[in-house]
């Protein structure tokens, strides 16, 4: 169970439209990205939540992923449904309308053999479920957590007990300046440290991401991509790459890894942004991955 | 004279504001930023003008650096002043002021050993002066330009016909697409080549740059900086390291030299943001740079 990975977060229906057109009720939600991602490295259990309309397809295509869905609740009701759209540019998404449906009610409660997996990612869901999973769980060797601007506004107190007690934070750029009231992110994430993390990945869509660790700062670029038609889920999809790929690892604690995993990382976010919902991340190949990290390590290769 | 660099571009005197403190009257401008960049591995001769008010210590700094001032014309007047202020974000500036005073008149003529040079870096000014200067070299071997958003505008034509005869043009993200009318830089990349530049690099500031070269692209980090103090000129400052590092190579014309321009060109403008004016990269040694370029390069080794 050292490498098993547990992710706690939204399985949702996702219903987008960007500049390419537009999905309906499409598969979705942080947990749901993070696993396509994540089970390319390591096996996933998802502890999430569901209504009866969760279509048979979307669970099938997970399990075919080898993503455990025993701790995938069905509740009476209808399934987490977001409506958004994105801008010309593809960065910033207009929520059209949240139905949180079933997940409002999510209380994750935890069993082995979900307790005793060594590595845990507490998506970006409420930092009083996110502290009160962590709580369950028999130590872990690795725990992360994501988190949003709205959780930074409404419940600060509750997300820095969290962060006392995790490895590492994902959050994008305007997260880590609202969580720090700091501008520059190197002094953000100094600030984000002092917090508890050992590790802070700053996220910043098609500008690359920076992770700090022990005082000590690495910044990637994005793979540059011609067509971006959906940017859904990117982050998570990044989160993904990077926790698999330290759950395959013996250890997370020395920065030769770490780099391994960032450029893991944005290689499949770079594939996720290329399609709506999970449909490129759902259907990728170990030969795919590799041969675009490859091509990125290179890239980044001056000698 | 097949090394030397010729930059043809402003003298200036900035007047800056940021949130870290104030210039008034420093030295500046596109030529002056690029020079003193690029002298750390190149010969570099400036044509450019300045008013009879411009500091002499300031042509003493320059010569210092071994920047050739033969080709800066004296005109009876003031020197070109320019006063902004930056936001918070230090991204974007507000103009205050352009005082353009003698540079309004500026008409560069070349001779020998100028036209010579077999480096041409043809900074921000007019397109049909950059035309113009252009049409007076002999045979130089590396052409090279930029240009802004007002250019853009105001004489796209002129700038396209340039375009068609430089090797490399430095454009930052929105000018690419300006020009292009396509918002995926990649896209716009590819419309800059078909215009005629072999070499594209478009600047994005702290999200790095981008170097587009036969069909194939490179994407590097800005190198994360804790105090930006002061964005004037780094972009010209990224410049002069990359075409400076280029006229010491025997040729550029392939993928390995290039990345190494890009880092070089990363480095020294990392430097220029630390301070106002050149404060930093007036007096930069060859040892910072080579330290702060070896630290980099490691930094982007994913092994």
Redesign the interface.
């Given at each position: 169970m050292k490498n098993a990975i547990l992710v706690v977060g939204s399985v949702a229906l996702d219903s987008v439209q960007t500049i390419y057109g537009r999905t309906s009720r499409a598969l979705g939600g942080s947990a749901v990205h993070f696993s396509m991602s994540a089970s390319q490295f390591a096996p996933v259990k998802i502890v999430g939540v569901v209504g009866e309309d969760f279509p048979v397809p979307f669970r099938r295509l997970l399990q075919r992923r080898n993503i455990c869905l025993k701790g995938m609740q069905v509740l009476p009701g209808k399934t987490f449904h977001w409506t958004g759209r994105y801008d010309?540019?593809l960065k910033n998404a207009v929520t059209i309308a949240t139905h949180l449906n079933v997940f409002e009610y999510f209380k994750p409660k935890l069993a082995p053999p979900h307790s005793e997996c060594g590595v845990l990612f507490l998506a970006n869901i409420d930092p009083d479920l996110q502290r009160d999973v962590l709580s369950q769980m028999s130590g872990p060797r690795l725990t992360a957590c994501d988190t949003m601007n709205y959780w930074i506004s409404l419940k600060k107190k509750s997300l820095v007990k969290l962060l006392a007690k995790v490895n590492l934070l994902f959050v994008n750029e305007e997260e880590a300046r609202q969580l720090t009231q700091e501008?520059?992110?190197?002094?953000a994430a100094r600030r984000i440290a002092a917090m508890g993390p050992q590790i802070t990945v700053i996220k910043?869509g098609?500008?690359?991401s920076?992770l700090f660790y022990g005082g000590e700062?690495?910044?990637?670029?994005?793979?540059?991509?011609?067509?971006?038609v959906d940017p859904t889920g990117a982050g998570d999809t990044f989160a993904g790459g990077f926790i698999g790929y330290l759950a395959a690892c013996p250890g997370w604690r020395n920065f030769?890894v770490l780099?391994?995993a960032m450029?893991y990382g944005t290689v499949l976010s770079s594939f996720s942004v290329e399609d709506f919902s999970v449909k490129r991340t759902g259907g990728l190949s170990k030969a795919e991955i590799n041969d675009r990290y490859k091509k990125y390590?290179k890239?980044?290769?001056?000698?």
């Open positions: 010309r540019g501008h520059n992110l190197l002094k910043r098609d500008s690359g920076m700062v690495i910044a990637m670029p994005a793979r540059p991509i011609e067509k971006v030769r780099k391994r450029a390590v890239s980044l290769l001056i000698d």
